[in-house]
């Protein structure tokens, strides 16, 4: 339950649960086809509205794609960008790659487009003279508040970004003004775990040992 009387106090148990919650998150592939119980998706689309947003101007706008229709274009739009990447792949990665399952699509009870609305008048511009790619990153921030929500009920998130942005937008028919940033599968994971698939699948990738901070 929110707090709005006064501040909280965030404890030690508290913070030591949230950087458990950002180790264990995981961008995931596989999904159980269980539904969500009812009211979930719009509860952890209302948590993503909390996130912060430049000159408050909430610019994210989210659609729910449960249309069958809808979905095998988007999964045709998948396998076509999917196609094209694994064709750029040296020989000595194409096997590697076409092992790698790069999305939920098939499985995943629920599927939403995040766009970012270019022209939102709220906020009245503030912020966005000098970078107005701020309003995308505000809807990335929106996303990843999703995406906590989502872990903390054991729900999984995977983000799919291999896929045509134009042909998403003219496959929902979203207004002109209404800027792709991600679609997302969500449902509940087939396992858990506190590595990356892509470490797990031998990709050659590791998380870096530190963070990458230059002092001036």
């Known amino acids: 339950?929110?707090?709005?009387?006064?501040?909280?106090?965030f404890d030690a148990t508290l913070r030591a649960g949230l950087l458990d919650l950002l180790a264990w998150r995981r961008d995931?592939?596989?999904?159980?086809?269980?539904?969500?119980?009812?009211?979930?998706?719009?509860?952890?689309?209302?948590?993503a509205c909390l996130a912060p947003s430049v000159g408050l101007s909430e610019p994210w706008r989210f659609v729910v794609v449960d249309?069958?229709?809808?979905?095998?274009?988007?999964?045709?739009?998948?396998?076509?960008?999917?196609?094209?990447?694994?064709?750029?792949?040296?020989?000595?990665?194409?096997?590697?790659?076409?092992?790698?399952?790069?999305?939920?699509?098939?499985?995943?009870?629920?599927?939403?487009?995040?766009?970012?609305?270019?022209?939102?008048?709220?906020?009245?511009g503030l912020g966005r003279l000098t970078m107005p790619k701020a309003l995308d990153y505000s809807v990335?921030?929106?996303i990843h508040t999703l995406w906590l929500a989502a872990r903390l009920e054991g729900i999984g998130l995977g983000w799919v970004s291999i896929i045509?942005?134009?042909a998403i937008t003219a496959t929902l028919d979203v207004p002109a003004s209404w800027r792709f940033i991600g679609y997302l599968c969500i449902?509940?994971?087939?396992?858990e775990h506190h590595v990356p698939?892509?470490?797990?699948?031998?990709?050659?990738?590791?998380?870096?040992?530190?963070?990458?901070?230059?002092?001036r």
């Open 140 to 142: 990335a921030i929106a």
């Open 164 to 166: 045509n942005p134009d």
């Open 1 to 9: 339950m929110l707090t709005l009387d006064k501040p909280p106090t």
């Open 67 to 124: 249309n069958p229709a809808l979905r095998l274009k988007v999964r045709s739009n998948f396998e076509t960008c999917n196609a094209a990447a694994l064709a750029l792949q040296d020989d000595s990665r194409q096997a590697l790659y076409a092992r790698l399952k790069l999305s939920g699509l098939d499985k995943a009870p629920v599927h939403i487009a995040a766009f970012a609305d270019s022209e939102c008048e709220q906020g009245h």
């Open 197 to 215: 698939a892509l470490q797990r699948a031998g990709w050659d990738e590791r998380r870096a040992p530190a963070c990458r901070i230059l002092y």
């Open 28 to 47: 995931v592939r596989a999904f159980k086809t269980d539904p969500l119980p009812p009211g979930t998706v719009e509860r952890l689309i209302k948590a």
């Open 187 to 191: 449902g509940y994971p087939s396992e």
